[in-house]
Structures are given as C-alpha cells and as structure tokens.
C-alpha cells in the first residue's frame, strides 16, 4: 500500500523520536557510570587484578572473577573500574557500616561474602553442624534432556520444578543456543560415601569440606553447565575458567534472575546453584 505524504511524515518523525530517544536511553545508562569518585574508580581499577583475596578456601589474586556477584549486590551496571562503580560501593560500605571510601578492600569483600553466604541456608547451618543427608528414595530424577552427557541426577522435587521454571526463561530470554548442551544439570545430589570417593580420587578435598559436608548431600544442590573456558572442564575451578564463566552471557543473566526462582549462587563456583526456598523448610 502506498503512503501518503502526511503517512511519511509521520514515520519519518517516529523513526527520529525513536533515535533520540535511543541515543538519550545510551546516554543515561552512560553517564552515572562517568559520575562518581575518580581516584576511588582508579584504584579499583588497580586492585580489581592484584589485591589479595583470603575469603574462600585458597588464596586468590584480584577480584575480577566476583564483578558480576558485586555489581548486582551494590545495584550498579556499571563496570568496576569507573567512578560510577565506586559510588554504588560507597552507598553499599556506608549502609553496610563500613567506610564509605568506594574502594574494594579486604574487609568490603569479607562483608560482601557474608552477605552471599547468609542467602544460603546451607552455608549458614554447616557452620555449627552439617545438615542431614536427603533422603535418596524421595528424590526424583532429571529428564535426559535436563541432564549432562546422560548422568543420573537426583534432586529434591521442589529444586527440580524450580530449575525447569529457571531453565524455561532463559531459554525464552535466548540465551541457549538449540544443541548447545548449555544449561543442563552435571551434578545434583551427591551421596556422602560418594562424595568422599570422588574427593580421594581427585585429591581434591578442600581441607576435607567436599568429604564430609558437601551442599551437594541435601538434593538441593545443582551444578549447571554454563559452558567453560577452552581446555578447562565444566568445573574447573582454576581462575582462567571461573573468569572465563563469570563473564558468560548465562552467568549474567542467572545472577540477575536465578533469585526470582529460589536460586543461590556459591560465588567461588559460577556453576553451583543451591535452591533457598525450600517448601518445608528444610534446607
């Protein structure tokens, strides 16, 4: 059909408002990450690769891998090595009770840590006793197509309804590519025999914590395939690859959105989830 020149006219006018308004929405998003203190941006641009982190279970270096947990955490989109970074940090330290100075620092990522942990039911327990094992018989098995390379996964069902309403947004958000294997469960429930088996066989025990008290033994425990770095398996906690997840397009958006589902991310580990709302309290 052909348009008229007052129909014309009006799209023409449409597709300005729409690149003004576009270029003003880029702006805005923009210009609170330029506002903020400089000198505190500059030295968590130095830090971000070089100061020390004692927080998890081995020491560290740099707290690039954690940019996605702290920037959601302190409500910023902005990236950690400009002024509007810093002045969500200083917010965050000064409601926190800490030195609003916009720094990272050690105690700033400790308070940053206990925060995450005091959202995971799991974490909270296993510090005066490890919470009782599943049931085995009472949970329920991952489909196929929800499970990697065809392993048995064993979930609670309430964990397992969650993450199939998790895994069917992001799959309508876009952010699994069809055949791509993404977003698929490579371990769920681990029993405590087997858990300690595995432990001994990698010689990978951390300091015993994997043996004896495992998040994995309460059926509400998941790790997710979110792809991994060149040469590196799925869980590879070697930072190359934690990097590497922690800047996924996946990682993102769960860190965002797993929350609305009663998910919780360990943050050394970008694929493990545990899910925090439990429907009998248990966790």
């Known amino acids: ?37 400089q000198a505190a941006a500059a030295e968590n641009a130095r830090t971000f690769t070089s100061m020390p982190i004692t927080a998890f279970h081995r020491p560290e270096t740099g707290w690039a891998v ?4 702290i920037a959601h955490e302190i409500g910023t989109e902005c990236p950690a090595n400009t002024p509007g970074f810093a002045a969500a940090l200083a917010h965050w330290q000064g409601a926190n009770h800490l030195g609003a100075s916009g720094t990272m620092d050690d105690s700033t990522f400790k308070a940053l840590k206990l925060a995450w942990d005091r959202r995971r039911p799991w974490a909270m327990i296993s510090r005066h006793q490890c919470p009782d094992a599943a049931d085995e018989h009472a949970l329920v098995r991952a489909g196929p197509a929800e499970s990697y390379d065809g392993k048995t996964i064993l979930l609670r069902t309430d964990a397992l309804a969650a993450f199939r309403r998790m895994a069917d947004a992001a799959q309508r958000a876009g952010l699994i590519p069809p055949k791509s294997g993404l977003f698929v469960i490579f371990s769920g429930y681990r029993g405590v025999d087997a858990d300690a088996a595995r432990c001994a066989k990698e010689n990978n025990c951390q300091s015993g914590a994997r043996a004896t008290c495992s998040a ?51 943050a050394f580990e970008p694929w493990h989830w545990e899910f925090a709302a439990a429907s009998d309290g248990r966790k």
Not at 5 to 20: E, K, N, P, Q, T
Not at 66 to 69: H, L, R, V
Not at 233 to 243: E, G, H, I, M, P
Request: glycine content about 8%.
């Open 1 to 37: 059909m052909q348009l008229r020149r007052f129909d014309v006219s009006i799209v023409c006018l449409a597709c300005v408002v729409c690149c003004f308004t576009a270029a003003g929405m880029r702006a805005a998003v923009a210009a609170p990450c330029s506002a903020g203190p």
């Open 66 to 69: 954690y940019e996605t947990m």
């Open 216 to 266: 994995h033994r309460t059926g509400l425990a998941l790790d997710i395939n979110l792809g991994a770095a060149p040469g590196f398996r799925l869980d590879s906690s070697a930072d190359q690859n934690r990097l590497f997840l922690s800047r996924t397009k996946l990682y993102r958006w769960m860190v965002k959105n797993a929350g609305r589902f009663g998910f919780v991310n360990y």
